[in-house]
């Protein structure tokens, strides 16, 4: 169908001559598919499902459905879920993460009963090797390279494992309780600055470790600076990586028990 109308242009008063094309469509429905039996049906839509799912279409929608769903659980996730590090900090070195790495003697009973707090176990020497280096002098009047002499040094530092294992999971809850309790951009800022002064204090052990004591003459001065550098990276790496998040209920059991 053909619609014609004229309209008058000014300021020269020509007129304009408008033709317009209206065209008029008839959509014809083609009717629904018919199975004959329920089983049919449900083919027939696995099918359609099937070459949809393998359309760019329908590989899109897929695609960003995927992606709505990773956001949406990502926003859903607690703040103390969702970090894996203390931020504002550079990536802990390769050589701190294998002393993290290193084992410690957890099937020693020394090593059990310092964790347990035994009342059998004799702690009262292990407060001058606790200390930051350089360490009190020894008053042990052995022989330094005596197999008796290294063998109490050896025993010294399995239950100074034992002892700062169950010191780190004291602290723990109370980290723990700071974080919780108090916002998350103190608490964290308080991890920072904790791991900073850690860091350097690992610094200044490595130096020690250069020069300080005698591998033979001060063996056993020797022996606890390289478990205080141990010590340094585990915690560390405890506190980097927030581990002690996902320790608290372990650690309150263990200091119940």
Request: with cysteine.
């Amino acid at each position: 169908m053909c619609l014609e109308y004229q309209t008058r242009l000014e300021p020269k008063g020509r007129l304009l001559r408008i033709t317009t094309l209206a065209l008029t469509t008839t959509t014809f429905m083609g009717r629904r598919a018919r199975h004959l039996t329920a089983d049919a049906k449900v083919l027939a839509r696995r099918q359609s499902d099937l070459l949809y799912s393998q359309s760019p279409h329908g590989k899109l929608v897929r695609a960003t459905s995927r992606r709505l769903k990773q956001l949406r659980k990502v926003a859903q996730t607690p703040l103390s879920n969702s970090l894996n590090h203390v931020p504002g900090l550079p990536p802990l070195s390769l050589d701190l993460i294998a002393l993290n790495e290193l084992p410690l003697p957890e099937s020693n009973p020394l090593f059990q009963a310092a964790l347990t707090a035994a009342s059998w176990i004799d702690v009262s020497d292990l407060g001058r090797w606790k200390k930051r280096p350089p360490f009190e002098e020894d008053d042990d009047t052995t022989d330094p390279c005596s197999a008796s002499y290294r063998r109490y040094s050896e025993n010294i530092a399995v239950v100074l494992h034992g002892d700062r294992m169950r010191e780190q999971n004291e602290r723990d809850v109370q980290r723990c309780a700071q974080f919780h309790g108090a916002g998350h951009k103190e608490a964290l800022e308080r991890l920072r600055e904790e791991v900073v002064g850690l860091l350097e204090s690992l610094d200044q052990g490595r130096e020690y470790h250069k020069y300080l004591y005698h591998p033979f003459h001060q063996s056993r001065e020797h022996l606890m600076l390289q478990h205080y550098i141990q010590w340094q990276a585990r915690t560390i790496y405890h506190l980097y990586y927030l581990k002690f998040l996902g320790t608290c209920s372990t650690a309150a059991d263990t200091i119940a028990s």
